[in-house]
């Protein structure tokens, strides 16, 4: 790709990562972007630090360096 597009959220809060780098529901399309940085590690929040994903459609994506305490630590999500 000449021109990667990366959604980081290792120091969204203050300085810590974000619970999820993305949140996508419903028609929602996402193609192409890397998606690092993300920790879903609240007593709340326990997957999909990369992404949580509500029916969205994901394309040609990249996860690196996201975790979760409990499940989808790049990408925890619920089909259409």
């Known amino acids: 790709r000449a021109n990667p597009v ?11 990562p ?3 780098v993305v949140y996508a529901n419903g028609d929602s399309v996402f193609d192409g972007f890397t998606v690092t940085g993300g ?3 609240h007593a ?3 997957n999909g630090g990369g992404m949580y994903v ?3 459609t994901i394309r040609n994506c990249t996860f690196l360096r996201n975790s979760a305490n409990l499940g989808g630590g790049g990408l925890f999500g619920y089909a259409k």
């Open 6 to 16: 990366v959604l980081d959220g290792s120091r969204s809060r203050n300085g810590m």
């Open 39 to 41: 920790n879903a590690d």
């Open 44 to 46: 709340k929040v326990l």
């Open 54 to 56: 509500l029916g969205a």
């Open 18 to 20: 974000a619970y999820h």
